[in-house]
T-cell receptor, first 112, second 113 residues
Framework: AQSVAQPEDQVNVAEGNPLTVKCTYS??????LFWYVQYPNRGLQFLLK??????LVKGSYGFEAEFNKSQTSFHLKKPSALVSDSALYFC??????????FGAGTRLFVKA | DADVTQTPRNRITKTGKRIMLECSQT?????MYWYRQDPGLGLRLIYY???????NKGEISDGYSVSRQAQAKFSLSLESAIPNQTALYFC????????????FGPGTRLTVL
């Protein structure tokens, strides 16, 4: 069965420091991986996706994600965190059909 | 104007009442989805539709029904609301192709008393 796990409920980081939000997945076949962000009182917004090609994917707002096939991971990263990055982040996997499986979400707090 | 809109944004109702949540989109996408979000559970799929004539159940469809009135409109109904249906509900759309990202509405916060 397809699944995605976000092992951390919350990540705390100081402004200006690098941040990492972790995601691991389990799929049969080629993985199609996504990151979304949810700000308070808003719907989810697409950040980036991995389909094929380079293992480092660049997305919106300075975020990037590293695909690691051997570790079945797709961690979200940013070199220098901003207070405005504080939000709820969701990792998701495409199932090869037309559905998407979402992780439980990781809340990121960036402290000034 | 927002590409995906949902009405109402907030709703408080009583157990046993029938309610409808509406979703409209201007993206021209064929695929539309309804999810519910609960703390610590992420998003769970209720129903999805590939076009007006194609409706499919998701993982948690019991107690819900949907109607795809047009390509741009996809409504979710709770026939007889119960308290454990209290949640944040999102509509989303997706362009043709399984590799495309989804576009989400702002959500409807539903409280069933």
């Amino acid at each position: 069965a397809q699944s995605v796990a976000q092992p951390e409920d919350q990540v705390n980081v100081a402004e200006g420091n690098p941040l990492t939000v972790k995601c691991t997945y389990s799929v049969s076949g080629n993985p199609y991986l996504f990151w979304y962000v949810q700000y308070p009182n808003r719907g989810l917004q697409f950040l980036l996706k991995y389909i094929t090609g380079d293992n480092l994917v660049k997305g919106s707002y300075g975020f990037e994600a590293e695909f690691n096939k051997s570790q079945t991971s797709f961690h979200l990263k940013k070199p220098s965190a901003l207070v405005s990055d504080s939000a709820l982040y969701f990792c998701a996997v495409g199932t090869g059909g037309f559905k998407t499986i979402f992780g439980a979400g990781t809340r990121l707090f960036v402290k000034a | 104007d927002a590409d995906v809109t949902q009405t109402p944004r907030n709703r408080i109702t009583k157990t046993g009442k029938r309610i409808m949540l509406e979703c409209s989109q201007t993206k021209g996408h064929d695929r539309m989805y309804w999810y519910r979000q609960d703390p610590g559970l992420g998003l769970r799929l209720i129903y999805y539709s590939f076009d007006v004539k194609d409706i499919n159940k998701g993982e948690i469809s019991d107690g819900y029904s949907v109607s795809r009135q047009a390509q741009a409109k996809f409504s979710l109904s709770l026939e007889s609301a119960i308290p454990n249906q209290t949640a944040l509900y999102f509509c989303a759309t997706r362009g043709t192709g399984q590799l495309n990202e989804q576009f989400f509405g702002p959500g409807t916060r539903l409280t069933v008393l």
